[in-house]
């Protein structure tokens, strides 16, 4: 089965991301794409206690990332590509050229120098910029923070 979803989340692994996606598409793994958890087990064990024992976790740099997703989406088991961040989305796109088609921005929450878009995303005017770069080279970037809620467009977003 093919990776079902890329999802950008700054939360990481949470409820929405493990019982929300996880559940309705009947997620196998998840692999984590962060340069600094990759490098950081305790991180790593942080979250795997948020996962429950079935669900495989697997922690990567976008440089380990991007050669695999071949891999990845000829697996049989359902996978799931998350990033903390717009910038490690792109990365990891610019990385592996047309291997990302599609984008779900979930959780990007409000800090400083961000507007905004959604209740549950706020976006630089730099990081939305990014979103519309990988649009316009062929991604489908929308917004959702869990499965039974409406995609929302990027244009949207604006």
């Known amino acids: 089965m093919p990776i079902l979803l890329y999802r950008i989340d700054d939360r990481l692994i949470h409820g929405q991301v493990v019982v929300g996606w996880g559940g309705r598409l009947a997620i196998d793994v998840v692999v984590l794409v962060d340069d600094a958890v990759a490098g950081s087990p305790w991180e790593q064990d942080l979250y795997r206690m948020a996962a429950p024992p079935d669900l495989e976790l697997r922690f990567a740099t976008v440089a380990e990332a991007a ?14 590509v998350l990033t903390g961040d717009i910038a490690t989305m792109s990365a990891l796109r610019e990385a592996a050229p047309g291997g990302i088609d599609a984008i779900n921005v979930g959780g990007i929450h409000h800090r ?15 990081e ?9 080279a062929g991604a489908k970037v929308t917004a959702q923070d869990v499965p039974t809620a409406v995609k929302v467009p990027l244009k949207a977003l604006a």
């Open 112 to 126: 400083p120098g961000r507007r905004q878009r959604l209740p549950y995303v706020y976006l630089t005017d730099d």
């Open 128 to 136: 939305f910029a990014a979103l519309r770069r990988m649009e316009a």
């Open 67 to 80: 050669p695999a997703l071949a891999t990845w989406q000829a697996d049989s088991r359902r996978t799931l």
